[in-house]
Nanobody, 120 residues
Framework: QVQLAESGGGLVQVGDSLRVSCEAS????????LGWFRQPPGKEREFLAG????????YIEDPVKGRFTISRDLAKNTVHLQMNNLKTEDTAVYYC?????????????WGKGTLVVVSS
């Protein structure tokens, strides 16, 4: 079992930056990757980004590329999603996920989510 705990959500304004974080614990093995989904109000979940356990490999999906970055703090078993130039359409619950790299978009382990609200 892998436990994931997100933090850092909140209310921000258009154009602001925000970093959400996720701490992984439990059965965290070196071949587990971490990633982020989000779910806007009334919409389906959307995969945003993934990063390998060591942080060597990572990717960002096109809709947020150039504004969002993903990073790892291996010593703290933590993954971060840095979000810049936020837009109202970024309002969503942001979920941290964990699984093997090739399964990350259909991950087994999920956090409870952290809410980000971008106000105009």
């Amino acid at each position: 079992q892998v436990q994931l705990a997100e933090s850092g959500g909140g209310l921000v304004q258009v154009g602001d930056s925000l970093r959400v974080s996720c701490e992984a614990s439990g059965r965290t093995e070196s071949d587990y990757s971490l990633g982020w989904f989000r779910q806007p109000p009334g919409k389906e979940r959307e995969f945003l980004a993934g990063i390998s356990w060591t942080g060597v490999a990572s990717y960002i999906e096109d809709p947020v590329k150039g504004r969002f970055t993903i990073s790892r703090d291996l010593a703290k078993n933590t993954v971060h999603l840095q979000m810049n130039n936020l837009k109202t359409e970024d309002t969503a619950v942001y979920y941290c996920v964990a699984d093997r790299w090739e399964r990350l978009t259909d991950a087994e382990y999920w956090g409870k989510g952290t809410l980000v609200v971008v106000s105009s």
